[in-house]
């Protein structure tokens, strides 16, 4: 899989790092894959979060946690990864964190995020944090729509499969959550020349672009 440039270690704080320099490789869109879970979290009746649950793909793993095996086992310990994971989260509050929540058809709007957390699970890096919405809110028989997606499609998000791609946590009885698939294909890269879509393309798209949405899988709740 192509990657971006070597980034500065600094620099090198995956997804946020990876969109700045995203015009530095000349290769084809996307450049990193990540397999979303999603959770909604409820208490006292109302909607107040979404626990965010990433996994990365084992090349973009392999490259962002180039020496943080600080004590040199030959593994990744949650501590190791605990600054990483941090920085992180904070650094992806510009691109909204890649998720947008929408509940009876209104835009939500999150807090800082809380309990940003890593671990490697076999060859993959998985990222988790909780978005706390700044207002909780009663969702009733209001559908609650959730996406994660990146607008410039540098990186490709797909839900996994299974049940516990959506789950909910702390919801009303009866409440039940779904995911329903994008029905528009991924194209092609620009390597292979697919017309429109060379890498010029790609960079000039920005986070408030809506290229990437046609590509977003959505979590669907219902309450009775």
């Not at 500065?8 to 995203?22: E, H, M, R, S």
């Not at 649950?53 to 600080?70: H, I, K, M, N, R």
């Amino acid at each position: 899989m192509p990657i971006a440039a070597p980034l500065p270690k600094t620099a090198a704080l995956l997804l946020a790092a990876g969109l700045a320099c995203a015009a530095t490789a000349a290769s084809a869109h996307p450049h990193v894959w990540v397999t979303a879970k999603a959770q909604l979290v409820y208490q006292d009746g109302k909607l107040v979060g979404v626990r965010d649950t990433w996994s990365f793909d084992p090349e973009y793993t392999a490259f962002v946690t180039q020496g943080l095996d600080a004590n040199k086992d030959g593994t990744l310990s949650p501590d190791e990864l605990a600054g990483l994971a941090s920085e992180n989260t904070a650094n992806l509050a510009e691109f909204g964190y890649f998720t947008k929540l929408k509940v009876g058809g209104k835009d939500q709007a999150f807090a800082d995020p809380k309990e940003p957390a890593m671990r490697l699970e076999g060859k993959a890096l998985e990222l988790s944090f909780l978005l706390p919405l700044k207002t909780p809110i009663q969702q009733g028989r209001g559908v609650a729509a959730l996406e994660v997606y990146d607008p410039t499609y540098f990186v490709a998000f797909s839900f996994a499969e299974g049940s516990d791609a959506a789950t909910l946590a702390g919801a009303p009885q009866g409440c039940a959550a779904t995911v329903t698939r994008p029905k528009t294909e991924q194209p092609k890269t620009a390597e292979a020349g697919s017309p429109g879509m060379t890498e010029a393309f790609f960079e000039a798209l920005t986070a408030a672009s809506s290229y990437g949405v046609q590509f977003a899988s959505r979590v669907l709740v219902a309450c009775p």
